[in-house]
C-alpha cells in the first residue's frame, strides 16, 4: 500500500498551519490515501506547533537550521513511499494529492507540483508577483526545476540526489529541482487547480526584503553549480541593471541627461523582457507593465544581495508585517 509523508517545515505560522494542515487532510481522504504529518518547527515562538500536535501531526524541533535542512530532517523521520514537501502558508485543493495518484498511475512523471497563486485579498504586487509563474493556456508543463511550496515525489528521487542542500539559505529548491532533472527524474507542474499561497507579501517593504533574501543565496549556488549559463543568467542581469542605473545617476550629477536617459532606458530592457516572457502568455497588458515594475525593482535587489554575497555578508529574512 501507497503512504505518503507530508513534511511541512515552519516558523512562527500559527495563523496559517491550521488551514494547511487541514486542506492536507482533506486531500488524503479524497484520494483514499494512507498519510502522516510530520511538522519540522524551526523554534517557534507562537502556538504552531501545538496546534500542528491537536491536527495529529508529528512535530520536530530542530531550531536555528537552514530551510534545506528542516525538509532533510523531516524525510529522515519519514515513513512513506512518497514523500510531499509543503510550506506552511499553503492551501492545497481537495483533489491535490487524487491528481499525484493520477500521475504515478500513468507514469506521467516522478515529481508533481500545482502551480501557486495569492489568494484575492493579497494586495496588487503580492498576486502579481505570484501570478508571474503561472502557466497561462498551458495546461501541464515538464520544468527543470520547481518550487517547492508543493511538491510531491517518490522517496527514491529525493534519496538518490542526496536530499536538499543544507548549507543554502535560500534557493535550495531551485538546486534541488536542478540535480532531480539532471539524474533524470521528469517533474511536471499543473496550471488547475491551484494551491493558495495564504503567506504573502503584506507591504512594499517585505515584498523587497523578501526579494532581496531569496537573492541571498546566488553566489554560494555558483560555487556549487560552477559557471553554467542558467546559474550565471540572474546574477549578470541583476548586476548589468544596477549598472546601468548608476550609470544614469552619475550622469546626471555630470550634467549629461542624454547619456541618463539612455542608461536608464537600458536598464529597463531587461526588465521588460522578463515581463513580457512571464505575462504575454496571459494576455493581461497591465500585468505586464505591473510586472515590468516589479522585476525592474527585483534586479536592484539581486544586485545588492549578490554583493552582500560576494562580502560574505548574510542577508536575513524579513520579519512579516
Not at 2 to 8: A, D, E, L
Not at 178 to 190: D, I, K, P, T, V
Request: hydrophobic share 50%.
Amino acid at each position: 500500500m501507497q503512504r505518503i509523508s507530508v513534511i511541512v517545515p515552519m516558523y512562527n505560522e500559527a495563523r496559517h498551519i491550521t488551514r494547511t494542515l487541514d486542506s492536507v487532510i482533506l486531500a488524503a481522504r479524497v484520494a483514499a490515501l494512507d498519510y502522516e504529518l510530520i511538522v519540522v518547527d524551526n523554534g517557534s515562538t507562537d502556538q504552531g506547533p501545538q496546534r500542528a500536535r491537536e491536527l495529529g501531526a508529528r512535530v520536530l524541533r530542530c531550531p536555528g537550521i537552514s530551510i534545506g535542512a528542516l525538509r532533510n530532517r523531516g524525510a529522515a523521520q519519514a515513513t512513506g513511499n512518497w514523500l510531499a514537501f509543503l510550506d506552511a502558508d499553503i492551501e492545497v485543493p481537495g483533489n491535490w494529492l487524487l491528481l499525484w495518484q493520477q500521475v504515478q498511475a500513468e507514469q506521467r512523471a516522478e515529481v508533481f507540483a500545482l502551480d501557486c497563486a495569492a489568494p484575492a485579498s493579497a494586495p496588487w504586487f503580492a498576486r502579481a508577483w505570484q501570478r508571474r509563474s503561472l502557466a497561462g493556456d498551458k495546461k501541464a508543463r515538464l520544468l527543470h526545476w520547481m518550487p517547492s511550496p508543493n511538491l510531491c515525489l517518490q522517496r527514491h528521487w529525493f534519496e538518490r540526489v542526496g536530499g536538499f542542500d543544507e548549507h543554502l539559505r535560500t534557493g535550495e529548491d531551485k538546486d534541488f529541482g536542478l540535480r532531480l532533472h539532471q539524474a533524470g527524474a521528469r517533474q511536471l507542474s499543473l496550471s488547475a487547480p491551484q494551491v493558495l499561497h495564504w503567506g504573502f507579501e503584506g507591504s512594499w517593504r517585505e515584498w523587497a526584503g523578501k526579494e532581496r533574501w531569496r537573492q541571498g543565496s546566488h553566489v554560494q549556488l555558483l560555487k556549487n553549480g560552477g559557471l553554467n549559463l542558467r546559474l550565471l543568467r540572474f546574477p549578470l542581469l541583476c548586476l548589468a541593471a544596477a549598472g546601468l542605473t548608476l550609470a544614469a545617476l552619475l550622469s546626471l550629477l555630470l550634467g549629461q541627461p542624454a547619456v541618463a536617459a539612455a542608461s536608464l532606458l537600458c536598464s529597463a530592457l531587461a526588465p521588460l523582457a522578463l515581463a513580457l516572457r512571464q505575462g504575454w502568455r496571459q494576455r493581461d497588458p497591465l500585468f505586464v507593465l505591473q510586472l515590468w515594475l516589479l522585476h525592474w525593482v527585483r534586479l536592484h535587489l539581486g544586485a545588492a544581495a549578490l554583493l552582500q554575497g560576494l562580502f560574505n555578508r548574510s542577508v536575513v529574512r524579513p520579519d512579516r508585517g
